[in-house]
């Protein structure tokens, strides 16, 4: 089992920054891949970015350049540093944490933060 504990949402305006923060109950070690993803209302929930166990990192295209996906092993804490955020950028916004199960791969949710960028 992997506990997820996202914080770090609010309200924002344009242009500003948020910093997202991911914790396990479980070693970063031992996660093959960690990621945000977001869903905005009507909308499929979409990757933001994701960073796997060997550092390895992928972003959406509408966020390259504007958010970075780090982690913090010793804390077993992933962070998401959003920052030039358009309103687009509005929504709820969840950890996620794939792990290695014998042949397949079992997927863990965080309950998610919402993040709205307003004037």
């Known amino acids: 089992q992997v506990q997820l504990v996202e914080s770090g949402g609010g309200l924002v305006q344009p242009g500003g920054s948020l910093r997202l923060s991911c914790a396990t109950t479980?070693?970063?070690?031992?996660?093959?891949?960690m990621g945000w993803y977001r869903q905005a209302p009507g909308k499929q929930r979409e990757l933001v970015a994701a960073?796997?166990?060997?550092?390895?990192?992928n972003y959406a295209d509408s966020v390259k350049g504007r958010f970075t996906i780090s982690s913090d092993n010793a804390k077993n804490t992933v962070y998401l540093q959003m920052n030039s955020l358009k309103p687009e950028d509005t929504a709820v916004y969840y950890c996620?944490?794939?792990?290695?199960?014998?042949?397949?791969?079992?997927?863990?949710w965080g309950q998610g933060t919402q993040v709205t960028v307003s004037s």
């Open positions: 996620n944490a794939q792990v290695i199960a014998g042949p397949a791969v079992r997927d863990y």
């Open positions: 479980r070693s970063i070690f031992s996660i093959y891949a």
């Open positions: 960073i796997t166990s060997g550092s390895s990192t």
